[in-house]
């Protein structure tokens, strides 16, 4: 069952990118206790959705490439709409 690998990296970089924004804002802030767990959410999610792309791509598929970029585009999108819908904007 590929496709559940497919869902899988999707989700996984969705949730890595998703991330990565509230990194930058809990830095900013000065919450050091979500910056680090969320610092560890990061690492463990681009470490296994590394492993798995790397994988499938040595196997051959190269599907996963366009599943590893759509997640982390999609991922990136929503957490900066989100983020700038609640008003934290800074002009």
Request: include cysteine.
């Amino acid at each position: 069952m590929i496709w559940v690998k497919y869902v899988l990296i999707f989700v996984l970089q969705f949730s890595y990118n998703y991330l990565r924004v509230y990194e930058i804002r809990h830095s900013y802030d000065g919450k050091t206790s979500h910056l680090i767990l969320n610092t560890i959410l990061m690492n463990a999610t681009a470490l296994f959705t590394t492993y798995i792309s790397i994988s499938e791509m040595l196997k051959g598929d190269l599907k996963v490439c366009f599943i590893y970029i759509l997640g982390a585009v999609f991922g990136k999108w929503v957490s900066t709409t989100k983020y700038f819908k609640n008003g934290n904007k800074k002009d």
